[in-house]
T-cell receptor, first 117, second 115 residues
Framework: DQQVKQNSPSLSVQEGRISILNCDYTNSMFDYFLWYKKYPAEGPTFLISISSIKDKNEDGRFTVFLNKSAKHLSLHIVPSQPGDSAVYFCAARRLYAGGTSYGKLTFGQGTILTVHP | DTEVTQTPKHLVMGMTNKKSLKCEQHMGHRAMYWYKQKAKKPPELMFVYSYEKLSINESVPSRFSPECPNSSLLNLHLHALQPEDSALYLC??????????????FGNGTRLTVT
């Protein structure tokens, strides 16, 4: 049962344009969502996150949007740069009884972003 | 540079070998994690340590044995592995285990090949 889904395995964008990466989830108990970027031979690097009480969070060129009713989040990168080419993972954290998540993140399958000069 | 350091970067071991993966962080984080990532798959949680005690074991086979000697160090002892255990093993840390909104910080991983 894949609770976090990234339906686009890859995305190709021209430098300077907007990159939009999408993520859908099924578990309504998820309360915190994160985006990670991963280069080959490196670990995932944290990019940006959003709490379920918000619908938007912005950090420089990166903006994450959350639509709770649709159980959908997206990452916008504007403007896109060749150095942004990497695999992007969406991740979600679920709250359990007592208000703890036990630190467990559920990851999507990843989207390979290629930004062409 | 990542603030979570993992050694070795690469490891090749036979099925009868015993080896250990090491992870270190000096961010004062009290939760540490082992994740496993197979090619073209997302990371999957294996173990969580909170305040140096094992908090979560995601039904990992006993040939993987975690150890947390202190709040900065996390080891993963490997014994009698199978070729299908070949993967990227990622260590991560966070300020606490699942309390508050803090991301996990990952190391660069150990690429393990079991022959």
């Amino acid at each position: 049962d894949q609770q976090v889904k990234q339906n686009s395995p890859s995305l190709s964008v021209q430098e300077g344009r907007i990159s939009i990466l999408n993520c859908d989830y099924t578990n309504s108990m998820f309360d915190y969502f994160l985006w990670y970027k991963k280069y080959p031979a490196e670990g995932p690097t944290f990019l940006i996150s959003i709490s379920s009480i918000k619908d938007k969070n912005e950090d420089g060129r990166f903006t994450v949007f959350l639509n709770k009713s649709a159980k959908h989040l997206s990452l916008h990168i504007v403007p896109s740069q060749p150095g942004d080419s990497a695999v992007y993972f969406c991740a979600a954290r679920r709250l359990y009884a007592g208000g703890t998540s036990y630190g467990k993140l559920t990851f999507g399958q990843g989207t390979i972003l290629t930004v062409h000069p | 540079d990542t603030e979570v350091t993992q050694t070795p970067k690469h490891l090749v071991m036979g099925m009868t070998n015993k080896k250990s993966l090491k992870c270190e962080q000096h961010m004062g984080h009290r939760a540490m994690y082992w994740y496993k990532q197979k090619a073209k798959k997302p990371p999957e949680l294996m173990f969580v340590y909170s305040y140096e005690k094992l908090s979560i074991n995601e039904s990992v086979p006993s040939r993987f044995s975690p150890e947390c000697p202190n709040s900065s160090l996390l080891n993963l002892h490997l014994h009698a592995l199978q070729p299908e255990d070949s993967a990227l093993y990622l260590c991560a840390s966070s300020p606490g285990q699942g309390v508050g909104n803090s991301p996990l910080h990952f190391g660069n991983g150990t690429r393990l090949t079991v022959t």
